[in-house]
């Protein structure tokens, strides 16, 4: 299902609205290698120092490679002795090409070979990485990931910011627009000020926070229907639920209205309801209320009382919401019933009205028996008993107006001059552990993405994308899926049926790679973006119609067949994902380069890299969630019963191991990441037994210089560095409570210290750290 309507505090928060954009088209049990989308910094320095400091640092890497290379003789390294690798002579020959010695000058610089690989290989591939790299100002999380990520926005900055006549298409020229209005060269949302806002205000029927035009609410007009329509369907706002329209899960070429638990603002129901522990971050949360209450023109102790009031009713909201942890089990989620059992289950508005009104863009008909899919009717339930308890009186209909308002305007507040953008840095800081704030053109770079992602990645790919990257990563996750096949016939625990049926659903999993085709077609892609108006001066304006375009874009989906071609991320985008429905996985341009994959690179580099990252992405058809969906993505049971048993009793196994692990004093949460463990385990083990069929089948590749490690070791380097990573304490408990990935070192460490094939080539004792007697497989 799909997250529409769910604005969350991401990393940075960089998305201009919080709503569908990115995430469109994807189902929330869609699953990502990766949670954050981070952006961000290295703001004091300037361009040239910059480039300075790299060639410095290439040079001084040069310098240093070119001794060892020279010393190569004779005298071993007494740090890397553990490895046991055979001394290389002189005349044996290395790798020298441009990609080659530039990727050993990297991975050498991210080792810290004090450690010693068996005892912890994270800290072993990393630890020079985390000395040399500290977290940016401003940023919470940093590594490899957002280092690309960096990389790819100043791709698109040096294209949007050619002159109109040097782009391709309207929809090009849409991007740019929109890029201008949010530079704001001009200075017009300075000016403006709060009169964006207030003018929306006046719209939806104001509130009691601040009079709007000197005038004061009026709570005796106010009516709760007409206010969730106005907000949610005409501004397509948040609150109280979330809904979408996605492919249903039980027959996935249909598309069906979904229903959802929803509504609360900060990250997790743990902050609310925790409240010792998070003291700080719901006082961060009341004074940021209060300040753009007071800049919207409240008075403040009065904007302090009711903005408490509302975090008071997002309590109660928190303690009906599930955690992630009870909601990985889609079968027990999926609940089809007509809207008029819906009616039934939540009195607390006419749901047919409210859907009715929309489908006003397409005028589509609603009736009490129209099938929509409900993940928890429960929630639906108890909200709609804590809803009519607060019409019951003045009081509570205020406090209802002002947090339904509340969701509006805080999702706004970022295209708003800069004392509404700042209000927000205490609590950024107080949740994330950063105030945030990076260069302006890259928060507007990937803002623009956010929107007119399409016209950006056809800007991208231009510049970027080899044309031969494509068929190369094809040939690639055919490799990876074959390894991954041939070790299903090792799996004792699966009944032969079963075992067979999971071989089909292996075979039926269908790729895209880089970006759509159409994008490249500017008739096609000026089409998809045709009744999006972006006008230069307009940021504001120009965020209200992205999210009205993205609503209707997805209530048109309703009696539509899915297409199962239309992609889920941006081309630009670092990351990758597969969907339970399509039964497909999706590898966006923006990973297809170094260090994760270089059609240059060693072999053992990119299966290390983008090997692992498809390995993974197929094993979520075979996780937790993932298994449930049959070939042809549709969610019912097509393992029998004893097999299921075995199955999770296998993957209790992976609950332990890692809720086994701390961090910051915190335990790991095992079974809210268990879908995550389960293809990071996988796709390891898939993508290194491509890598030694691929090997096998080919001519040795030369050693890379310096490095003093065989190909086999260098594909465990290239998995384990791709995680390289820092981050805030704050971010890190965050992950923890949210994320269902695990911390970047677990995701080296719990992988490699399941697989004997790691130790073996790391010659690491049984019983060493890496090296555990118990291990845990599941495929
Ligand atoms: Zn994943």
Request: proline letters at 2%; hydrophobic letters at 35%.
């Given at each position: 299902m799909t997250r529409y309507k769910q604005a969350e505090f991401e990393e940075d928060d960089s998305s201009s609205v919080g709503s569908v954009q990115l995430t469109e088209g994807v189902s929330a049990t869609t699953t990502h290698i990766r949670y954050h989308t981070g952006t961000t910094l290295w703001k004091t320095r300037s361009l040239l120092e910059k480039c300075l400091l790299v060639l410095t640092a290439v040079l001084l890497l040069l310098v240093f490679l070119l001794g060892m290379l020279l010393s190569a003789t004779g005298r071993g390294e007494p740090a890397l002795q553990v490895l046991h690798v055979g001394p290389h002579t002189a005349d044996e020959q290395y790798c020298l090409t441009v990609p080659c010695v530039t990727a050993a000058a990297s991975m050498l610089s991210s080792l810290d070979m004090s450690v010693n690989p068996c005892d912890d290989f994270y800290q072993y591939a990393c630890g020079g990485w985390v000395r040399s790299n500290p977290i940016p100002d401003g940023k919470s999380m940093w590594g490899t990931f957002g280092k690309l990520e960096q990389q790819n926005q100043l791709v698109v900055k040096n294209v949007l910011e050619k002159p109109f006549i040097e782009l391709k298409s309207k929809a090009e020229e849409k991007a740019k627009m929109y890029y201008l209005s949010c530079m704001d060269s001009n200075e017009t949302i300075e000016a403006l000020g709060a009169k964006p806002m207030l003018n929306l205000l006046k719209k939806v029927g104001g509130w009691n926070i601040s009079a709007v035009d000197g005038k004061p609410f009026n709570v005796s007009a106010w009516d709760l229907q007409n206010t969730i329509q106005i907000l949610q369907n005409r501004y397509n706002m948040g609150g109280l639920f979330s809904w979408a329209v996605g492919e249903d899960d039980r027959n996935s070429s249909r598309h069906v209205i979904q229903i959802?638990?929803?509504?609360?603002?900060?990250?997790?129901?743990?902050?609310?309801?925790?409240?010792?522990?998070?003291?700080?971050?719901?006082?961060?949360?009341?004074?940021?209320?209060?300040?753009?209450?007071?800049?919207?023109?409240g008075e403040e102790n009065s904007t302090r009382a009711q903005m408490a009031a509302v975090i008071a009713f997002e309590t109660q909201i928190a303690e009906i919401t599930s955690p992630p942890e009870d909601r990985r089990d889609e079968e027990k989620l999926y609940h089809l019933m007509p809207l008029s059992e819906v009616q039934q289950t939540a009195p607390f508005m006419s749901w047919q009205k409210y859907f009715q009104d929309a489908m006003s863009p397409t005028k589509r008909k609603v009736t009490g028996k129209e099938m929509v899919v409900v993940y928890a009717p429960e929630y639906l339930s108890k909200l709609s008993a804590i809803v009519t308890n607060y019409t019951h009186t003045t009081e509570g209909k205020i406090i209802l107006n002002n947090y339904l308002v509340w969701q509006t305007v805080r999702s706004l507040t970022a295209c708003l001059s800069k004392a509404f953008r700042d209000a927000y840095k205490g609590l950024r800081k107080a949740l994330v552990g950063s105030e945030g704030g990076e260069e302006p053109w890259r928060y507007c770079v990937t803002d623009t993405n956010n929107v007119l992602g399409f016209a950006i990645g056809a800007m991208f790919v231009r510049e970027v994308f080899h044309g031969n990257s494509k068929p190369m990563a094809e040939a690639m996750i055919n490799e990876v899926r074959d390894a991954f096949k041939a070790n299903l016939k090792n799996l004792t625990w699966m009944d032969n049926e079963t075992r067979d049926a999971a071989e089909s659903k292996a075979d039926a999993i269908t790729d895209m790679i880089g970006f759509p085709n159409y994008i490249l077609n500017p008739d096609q892609l000026d089409d998809k973006y045709k009744d999006l108006d972006i006008r230069q001066y307009e940021y504001f304006e120009n965020n209200l119609r992205v999210n009205q375009y993205n609503l209707r874009r997805n209530v048109e989906k309703l009696d539509q067949p899915v297409n199962k071609t239309r992609w889920g991320m941006t081309p630009p985008t670092v990351n990758a994902y597969y969907t339970p429905t399509k039964n497909q996985i999706v590898f966006p341009a923006g990973i297809l380069q170094a260090p994760f994959y270089d059609i240059e690179h060693p072999l053992s580099l990119n299966f290390g890299g983008m090997g692992v990252v498809m390995g993974h992405e197929l094993t979520h058809a075979f996780d937790d969630q993932g298994r449930e969906y049959d070939q042809n993505g549709n969610l019912h049971q097509?393992?029998?019963?004893?097999?299921?048993?075995?199955?999770?009793?296998?993957t209790e196994c992976v609950v332990d191991q890692y809720s086994d692990y701390e961090i910051n004093n915190k335990h790991l949460n095992g079974r809210q990441t268990l879908g995550e463990n389960i293809a990071d385990n996988g796709g390891l083990k898939a993508a290194y037994h491509a890598y030694l069929k691929w090997a096998s089948a080919h001519h040795e590749e030369l050693p890379l210089p310096g490095l003093n490690l065989t190909h086999r070791q260098l594909f465990f380097l290239s998995f384990a560095q791709v995680w390289c990573s820092s981050s805030t304490d704050e971010a890190t408990n965050l992950q923890i409570e949210k994320d269902p990935h695990s911390p970047a070192r677990f995701r080296v460490i719990g992988p490699l210290s399941n697989l004997p094939e790691f130790s073996q080539e790391f010659s690491c004792p049984s019983g060493s750290k890496m090296n555990p007697k118990s291990k845990c497989e599941v495929w």
């Open positions: 959802d638990q929803g509504g609360l603002t900060l990250p997790t129901r743990d902050n609310y309801l925790n409240k010792t522990a998070n003291q700080k971050i719901l006082a961060a949360y009341l004074d940021y209320m209060t300040k753009i209450g007071v800049l919207l023109g097509w393992w029998n019963n004893e097999t299921i048993a075995k199955f999770k009793e296998r």
